[in-house]
Structure formats: structure tokens, C-alpha cells
């Protein structure tokens, strides 16, 4: 490592815990006060969500704090109310939670997947901003991050999963198909920010090829 590299490292390091601080401090004030607060990470495969997660919660506290990602759902799952599941792991008063993936599923991969119909995919587009303006109305603050990164830095993360044995519980048959899908993710992505940006909900674009950038991106906005 040059002396460069060094001295970039230590400038990350210093960003980093100042933002943690901040993070901190507006968790204390989230507990202090009441706050509902529900932070919602969305992003092409192995764009860096779960890491982010984790980096976000890594100094708040544990019983006022939650990383909820949820499994793919159930056959009562596909015959409720489509908000339905996400319901009970909605934040409470002075907690703050992380949706590692959410109800956007429906706009990008079970979309490019075929996993809904086209009458359901319009169904969501058109009622996703009124639920969220209705959660807003009743003091949840949403926060949505879309992680966004390029072709060539997907497939890299990609092949170093299949090649690390540590990161092999997150490959998925829906990974593998990532790449040859990438225009229609792209395309799903950019319907998607379109329609459900609103002044109650906007979205953040990160720029996620660069993880650290992206990390201290995502505590500047919070």
C-alpha cells in the first residue's frame, strides 16, 4: 500500500466515524422523541444492501433498531392484501428499521421475472404512493435509497460470490439471471423511480459502484 493509499484510508476512516457519530445522535434523538423511521434499501443484486444494512445499524441500539429482510413469500402471502406482510415489521415509536428489500420487489425483480402479472405491477404502481403518504400521515419518515451500480461491478460481485465459500447462502437462481436481464432491470428501475417518487417518499440515487462513497453517501442523507 503507497503512502496514497494510506492517506485515502485514513480520510475514509475519519468520514466514517464522523458520520457514525451523527448517526448516533439522530438515533438518540429518534429514541427521545418518538420518531417512527423507516429506511428502505432497494438496488440490483450484489449492489451492496446487505452490507449497508449492517454498516447503518452497526452502532445503534440493538432493541431500537431492526434489519428486516424478508423471504420470498407464501402461498397466503400471494392470496392477502399485497402490503400485507410488511405490516407487522413497520417501525414502532422510537425505532428505526431497515428494509433490506421491501414491497419494490414487485417493481423490479418479481416485474423482470414474470412473478406478477401486468395488472398486479399497475395495481402497485398506482396505490404504492398512497399507502406511503398514508404512513407518513400517521408519522412514519421514509427513507429510500436505490443502490445503483454498473454492469461490469455487478459481474464482479457476482463471480466473487460463487468463487467465496463464506457468501455462498447469497447466491440465488435469480442472481444467475441478473446480468443477462440487465436492460430490463434497467428499464424496470427507471419506470419504477419515475412513478413512485413523491414528495411524501422521493427517492435517493446512490451511485454504488464505490462502497465506501456509497456508505458515507447514505448517513449524509439520513
Known amino acids: 500500500m503507497t503512502e496514497n493509499d494510506n492517506s485515502e484510508s485514513d480520510a475514509y476512516r475519519k468520514a466514517l466515524h464522523k458520520a457514525q457519530v451523527e448517526l448516533v445522535k439522530f438515533h438518540k434523538h429518534v429514541i427521545e422523541n418518538d420518531r417512527k423511521i423507516l429506511v428502505i434499501l432497494e438496488g440490483r443484486d450484489a449492489a451492496g444492501k446487505d452490507g449497508t444494512a449492517k454498516r ?11 434489519i428486516v429482510a424478508l423471504a420470498k413469500p407464501s402461498d397466503q402471502d ?37 412473478f406478477c402479472t401486468n395488472e398486479e405491477y399497475e395495481q402497485f404502481v398506482h396505490t404504492v404512493p398512497i399507502y ?81 462513497s456509497a456508505r458515507l453517501t447514505h448517513w449524509s442523507v439520513i
Not at 101 to 108: D, F, I, K, V
Not at 150 to 168: A, N
Not at 179 to 196: F, G, P, V
Request: overall charge positive.
Open 78 to 114: 400471494r392470496k392477502s392484501w399485497y402490503f400485507q406482510r410488511y405490516v407487522p415489521h413497520l417501525p414502532s415509536s422510537g425505532e428505526i428499521v431497515i428494509f433490506n428489500r421491501s414491497w419494490y420487489n414487485r417493481a423490479g425483480v418479481a416485474r423482470v421475472m414474470g
Open 132 to 212: 406511503e403518504q398514508l404512513l407518513v400521515h400517521c408519522g412514519v419518515t421514509i427513507i429510500k435509497y436505490y443502490l445503483d451500480i454498473s454492469r461490469d461491478e455487478q459481474e464482479k460481485r457476482l463471480k466473487r460470490r460463487r468463487e467465496d465459500p463464506l457468501r455462498q447462502w447469497k447466491i440465488s437462481p435469480v442472481d444467475e439471471k441478473a446480468l443477462s436481464h440487465w436492460k430490463d432491470y434497467s428499464q424496470a428501475r427507471n419506470e419504477m423511480l419515475l412513478r413512485t417518487h413523491s414528495v411524501f417518499a422521493p427517492w435517493t440515487l446512490v451511485k454504488a459502484d464505490d462502497k465506501k
Open 56 to 66: 447503518i445499524t452497526e452502532h445503534l441500539s440493538p432493541r431500537e433498531s431492526r
